[in-house]
């Protein structure tokens, strides 16, 4: 697994495992339009020098490089994540790269993975390109509340919740603003962070309501605490698949508010209340009017719905079969070449 040193450990543990992963860590250039691209660029160098069975990429905006393994006989798996050129944080030329980057990935990599079924519908409609369909997992069962709900200042039940990273297309702001006309005594605790937002990040924090909580990004058990003992999980999420945070949110049984677009709706199905912006209010009003049955039963349904379509399970047999088979065909092939 190939690592940006700037996330991780420094380049000294470049040989270091984590539960049987080689974790590779590679420079990247620290900038927003290039940060990704220019990582995945020395990560395939790197890759085609010590030749593996199997790539799997992620992000379509890599699409280019996935054809260099293939080159070297390395079959490529690309999953191209939601239609990233619809992000409001890219300038045109960004746009115009991941709009290209679409149409590469219809032949570049060996397959193409979806995490939403409306994205591979997307796919197939316009560039009538078969994908793999397989979305992200999550696990189910709620974690109870130790330390970092009363580090933060929050009561169990008596916050909304709200995960992304902090860019405009995932609407933060509109979230705080939404919130901060709901007379109650709840709190609206807003996690997550992101490079090359500050100035949207600024907005957000632009407060005066003592009520909103904005600690950052928070990882591993103090997450999943958040999401197991929230009022609701607020997803305003435009642009994208399959949302991990959606999904998590729903497996620890969180009564989920989520912006009404295809993809999320795909996830949420009945499990949880959709919105627009428009009226988000109205709908935080309505969680509030609320018993704590009739939220215990939304989340019952959020839970139930995730270990029936999302289980962990699932997921990794789906990717086992596909790279297995890849590696199976690539083989084949290399064979009949041999024969003739």
Same mark, same amino acid.
């Given at each position: 697994?190939?690592?940006?040193?700037?996330?991780?450990?420094?380049?000294?543990?470049?040989?270091?495992?984590?539960?049987?992963?080689?974790?590779?860590?590679?420079?990247?250039?620290?900038?927003?339009?290039?940060?990704?691209?220019?990582?995945? #660029? #020395? *990560?395939?160098?790197?890759?085609?020098?010590?030749?593996?069975?199997?790539?799997?990429?992620?992000? &379509?905006?890599?699409?280019? %490089?996935?054809?260099?393994?293939?080159?070297?006989?390395?079959?490529?798996?690309?999953?191209?994540?939601?239609?990233?050129?619809?992000?409001?944080?890219?300038?045109? @030329?960004?746009?115009?790269?991941?709009?290209?980057?679409?149409?590469?990935?219809?032949?570049?990599?060996?397959?193409?993975?979806?995490?939403?079924? *409306?994205?591979?519908?997307?796919?197939?409609?316009?560039?009538?390109?078969?994908?793999?369909?397989?979305?992200?997992?999550?696990?189910?069962?709620?974690?109870?509340?130790?330390?970092?709900?009363?580090?933060?200042?929050?009561?169990?039940?008596?916050? %909304?919740?709200?995960?992304?990273?902090?860019?405009?297309?995932?609407?933060?702001?509109?979230?705080?603003?939404? #919130?901060?006309?709901?007379?109650?005594? @709840?709190?609206?605790?807003?996690?997550?962070?992101?490079?090359?937002?500050?100035?949207?990040?600024?907005?957000?924090?632009?407060?005066?309501?003592?009520?909103?909580?904005?600690? &950052?990004?928070?990882?591993?058990?103090?997450?999943?605490?958040?999401?197991?003992?929230?009022?609701?999980?607020?997803?305003?999420?435009?642009?994208?698949?399959?949302?991990?945070?959606?999904?998590?949110?729903?497996?620890?049984?969180?009564?989920?508010?989520?912006?009404?677009?295809?993809?999320?709706?795909?996830?949420?199905?009945?499990?949880?209340?959709? #919105?627009?912006?428009?009226?988000?209010?109205?709908?935080?009003?309505?969680?509030?009017?609320?018993?704590?049955?009739?939220?215990?039963?939304?989340?019952?349904?959020?839970?139930?719905?995730?270990?029936?379509?999302?289980?962990?399970?699932?997921?990794?047999?789906?990717?086992?079969?596909?790279?297995? &088979?890849?590696?199976?065909?690539?083989?084949?092939?290399?064979?009949?070449?041999?024969?003739?």
């Amino acid at each position: 697994m190939y690592c940006r040193e700037r996330y991780s450990e420094p380049a000294s543990h470049s040989g270091s495992i984590y539960r049987g992963v080689f974790l590779v860590y590679l420079p990247t250039w620290r900038h927003k339009y290039f940060d990704t691209i220019v990582h995945t #660029f #020395f *990560s395939t160098l790197h890759l085609i020098t010590h030749r593996t069975d199997i790539a799997l990429y992620c992000n &379509g905006a890599n699409a280019i %490089f996935t054809v260099l393994p293939r080159l070297a006989g390395v079959p490529t798996a690309l999953n191209v994540d939601g239609l990233e050129r619809k992000r409001k944080k890219w300038n045109r @030329v960004a746009k115009a790269w991941y709009a290209i980057s679409e149409w590469l990935a219809t032949f570049c990599a060996s397959v193409v993975v979806t995490d939403a079924r *409306s994205i591979a519908r997307y796919y197939l409609e316009r560039y009538g390109k078969h994908t793999e369909f397989i979305p992200y997992g999550a696990e189910t069962g709620k974690v109870p509340a130790d330390g970092v709900l009363s580090k933060l200042g929050l009561e169990a039940s008596r916050y %909304f919740l709200y995960v992304s990273r902090l860019e405009p297309e995932n609407n933060a702001l509109a979230v705080r603003e939404a #919130f901060e006309q709901v007379v109650a005594p @709840v709190k609206l605790a807003l996690i997550g962070d992101a490079p090359y937002a500050e100035e949207y990040i600024q907005k957000i924090r632009a407060t005066q309501d003592p009520r909103v909580v904005m600690p &950052g990004a928070i990882y591993g058990a103090g997450y999943h605490e958040l999401l197991s003992n929230c009022l609701a999980y607020i997803h305003a999420t435009e642009v994208g698949g399959t949302h991990p945070a959606l999904i998590e949110a729903m497996g620890r049984g969180a009564l989920v508010l989520y912006l009404n677009t295809p993809e999320n709706t795909e996830v949420a199905g009945g499990a949880g209340m959709a #919105f627009e912006l428009a009226n988000l209010e109205e709908k935080l009003g309505e969680v509030l009017r609320m018993s704590s049955e009739e939220r215990s039963e939304w989340g019952r349904r959020a839970a139930e719905r995730v270990a029936e379509r999302y289980g962990w399970e699932a997921v990794t047999h789906q990717y086992e079969t596909l790279l297995t &088979g890849l590696v199976r065909n690539s083989r084949k092939t290399d064979s009949r070449r041999r024969v003739k």
